[in-house]
């Protein structure tokens, strides 16, 4: 698609990843020390554990991990919306020159959906169901919205049909249009600088899937979003990230440029979890699940993958190995990040 979304270009991206301090200080937003904690009624549940990466400029990060590892805790945590009695803990949450850990509610108002929007698992959660979605269009973009060019570039990006009929109920078009119509007016009503997507394609098939993921694609390389992109599959976070971190037990076990995560894998789950891949397993043998389930991995005291690692050492049952830096990846495992790398 020609580049019609708005001004400004891409700032650039993580594509040839740096490491060190001079990657630390392009990011966007810096997340170090990250926990997150939830009261409930059998004892605190600690969903996030001593979180720490970056997301730069145009760089679309994807967060990784079955359900329950966390993903969604950290974006909540982001976008300072932890439910009430949350307990949150972090060094640092910078964006843009302030840490939204410290700031208070209504300074973080300013900064949500404006600065980072969130898109959500369901589009219906943040449409109002009995409101024309020609009015709701109206709500976020105002006149802008009788542009000729936007209205253009709403048509390329696949709302033609929402144009043509702008005094339907959103229940009158689909999943995926819906879907596109949210994470336009999140991309387009402020052009923010980040967008949190909390698995914006789990509820879609795979033809709607493909367009959303490139919609997502498009507002990168035209608005020079960054994505902090939340899913549980491999595969779909295959297509569209620049980078990957990897969630099991509420701790991020290892970030690496998305090729690495799949040639060379460092920690022993996402290893795991690559074979058990369908694309990666030949067609005439099974797939192969990984043994055990992660239940209960985010109280365990060392690392949270011990009980189901084929390669567990006594050490990882006591003690949560720090996160090294080995080339562009971090990772946190007594054995394949602990020899010569750098202390992340
Ligand atoms: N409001 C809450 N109160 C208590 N526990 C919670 C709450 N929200 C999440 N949790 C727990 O925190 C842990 C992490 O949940 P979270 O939703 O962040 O994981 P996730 O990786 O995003 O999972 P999913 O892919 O299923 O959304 C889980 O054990 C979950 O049960």
Excluded at 97 to 105: F, N, Q, S
Excluded at 170 to 187: D, K, M, T
Aim: glycine content about 10%; charged content about 20%; overall charge neutral.
């Amino acid at each position: 698609m020609a580049t019609t979304l708005g001004p400004g270009s891409r700032p650039g991206t993580a594509a040839t990843p740096e490491a060190g301090a001079a990657a630390d200080q392009a990011a966007l937003l810096r997340v170090r020390g990250l926990s997150v904690t939830y009261p409930s009624a059998r004892g605190p549940v600690p969903a996030v554990r001593d979180v720490a990466f970056d997301v730069r400029p145009g760089e679309i990060l994807g967060l990784v991990g079955e359900s329950g590892s966390g993903k969604s805790s950290v974006c909540t945590a982001v976008m300072g919306l932890l439910p009430d009695g949350t307990r949150l803990d972090a060094d640092e949450i910078g964006f843009e020159g302030r840490d939204l850990a410290r700031l208070r509610e209504r300074d973080l108002r300013r900064i949500r959906g404006r600065r980072i929007a969130l898109v959500p698992q369901q589009p219906m959660t943040s449409l109002a169901p009995t409101t024309p979605v020609g009015r709701q269009l109206r709500w976020y973009l105002g006149d802008r919205l009788d542009d000729p060019q936007l209205r253009g570039t709403l048509q390329a990006i696949g709302l033609g049909a929402v144009l043509d009929r702008p005094h339907d109920l959103p229940g009158a078009f689909s999943g995926g249009q819906l879907q596109r119509l949210v994470i336009a007016i999140a991309a387009l009503a402020h052009e923010p600088a980040l967008l949190l997507a909390d698995e914006p394609t789990t509820t879609l098939d795979a033809t709607v899937q493909a367009q959303v993921l490139k919609l997502l694609l498009t507002l990168r390389e035209d608005l020079g979003l960054a994505v902090l992109y939340v899913s549980h599959d491999l595969a779909v976070v295959a297509q569209i990230c620049d980078r990957v971190g990897v969630m099991y037990g509420g701790r991020l076990v290892e970030t690496a440029p998305v090729a690495e995560i799949f040639t060379n894998p460092r920690h022993p789950y996402t290893r795991a979890l690559v074979a058990a891949m369908p694309s990666t397993t030949p067609a005439d043998q099974p797939l192969r699940p990984i043994p055990g389930t992660a239940e209960g991995a985010n109280l365990l005291p060392g690392c949270p993958f011990a009980p189901r690692c084929p390669e567990v050492m006594d050490v990882c049952r006591t003690a949560m190995p720090a996160p090294v830096r080995r080339a562009a990846a971090t990772v946190g495992c007594h054995r394949s990040g602990g020899e010569a790398g750098e202390a992340a």
